[in-house]
């Protein structure tokens, strides 16, 4: 079975607005117009459950074991991560002083700064990496920044694939009762759940109807219906909340309420209208990002941590989108040569574990 370029070229682009999304809210928090952060929100990370959906199946094991790779994957990606950080503090304390470490952190704004330094290897941070608590890495604030979106991937996966394997024939009732529980939240703001709920909810009905546009095209005809009823929900959001609702899209997005969905729509609706109509059919450099979009995913979040140290100094002597477009270039370059070199380590770190499994197997 050929593999379908259309996915990979919508993963690489949906990780380069992600990029461009991470360097506006994080270092860019410095220098970038609010307006401009806000429209950075347009692909947003919705992208990336939807195009999950069309691309799961209802196969138990198969998918619990993609997922053990990733979870494997992932543990020495942060392992990696934990002595990166750890090292970089004693490399700090011993050549250099806590008041430069501090100055250090300080680049990061106040609400990352961290407020505990220490040589003692902090090991409770690693095991709750390795369990899907995102306490925070001071030298890279901006990864565990943005983890949350990897554990909603774990739990919708594992509730999507049994959704498919054992409720086959009913699951638009399923899309339906996340549709009903999300509108009933919003409703009712003071009944929304914390933790996951929210989160699983929206995400659960977007991965849903993914999976039920798997091999399907929407006709022509019906395409001006669909953006004529996203023109109307944005009118209609605006018209209810007010304009000053646009820059409270990303305080919508954690959890996801009101305005932040109906900002989702314009992307879901273009990812799915060109869903088997944009034939894509060499591998080119958006789709080698959507093919490694994992790795990508990690390195980001460094680069976007080590631009801070550009954006700082420059942002003083350079006009706002000048020195935006040229942070993001660097982002997506240094992104480029972390990813290279995760899949290295990656590689590494699965033949030592391959190693450890042979010596350790019974005879």
């Not at 088997?276 to 460094?302: D, H, S």
């Amino acid at each position: 079975m050929n593999r379908d370029l259309y996915i990979d070229f919508a993963k690489g682009l949906a990780t380069l607005s992600i990029i461009f999304i991470h360097t506006a809210f994080w270092s860019g928090q410095f220098y970038i117009l609010p307006e401009v952060r806000v429209f950075s929100l347009v692909f947003d990370v919705a992208l990336f459950y939807a195009l999950s959906g069309i691309t799961s199946g209802a196969n138990i094991e198969k998918t619990l074991y993609r997922l053990l790779k990733l979870q494997i994957t992932y543990m020495i990606f942060v392992t990696l991560l934990f002595f990166m950080d750890y090292f970089f503090k004693v490399f700090g304390l011993t050549f250099f002083s806590l008041e430069w470490l501090q100055n250090f952190y300080s680049t990061f704004g106040s609400k990352y700064a961290t407020t505990s330094i220490s040589a003692v290897p902090q090991w409770e941070n690693l095991g709750n990496w390795y369990l899907h608590q995102y306490t925070n890495a001071d030298t890279f604030p901006v990864v565990m920044g943005s983890f949350w979106y990897l554990k909603v991937y774990y739990i919708l996966t594992v509730f999507g694939v049994l959704i498919l394997r054992f409720f086959p024939k009913h699951i638009y009732w399923f899309i339906g009762l996340c549709a009903a529980l999300t509108l009933l939240f919003n409703i009712f703001p003071e009944i929304y759940p914390s933790g996951q709920v929210g989160y699983v909810t929206f995400y659960m009905m977007v991965f849903l109807i993914g999976n039920r546009m798997k091999g399907k095209k929407i006709p022509a005809r019906v395409i001006p219906v669909l953006y004529g009823i996203v023109a109307a929900a944005l009118v209609g959001m605006f018209s209810y909340y007010g304009n000053d609702v646009f820059f409270k899209i990303n305080k919508n997005k954690f959890p996801p309420q009101t305005p932040y969905i109906i900002w989702t729509l314009f992307s879901l609706v273009t990812l799915f209208v060109f869903y088997n109509r944009l034939k894509v059919t060499k591998e080119n450099f958006v789709t080698y990002i959507g093919r490694n979009a994992i790795f990508f995913y990690f390195a980001q979040g460094i680069s976007s941590s080590l631009v801070y140290f550009l954006v700082v100094p420059l942002k003083e002597y350079m006009l706002w989108w000048v020195l935006m477009i040229l942070i993001y270039v660097i982002n997506v370059i240094l992104a480029f040569i972390i990813a290279a070199g995760l899949k290295k380590v990656d590689e590494v770190g699965w033949k030592a574990l391959e190693f450890l499994r042979r010596k350790t197997a019974a005879d």
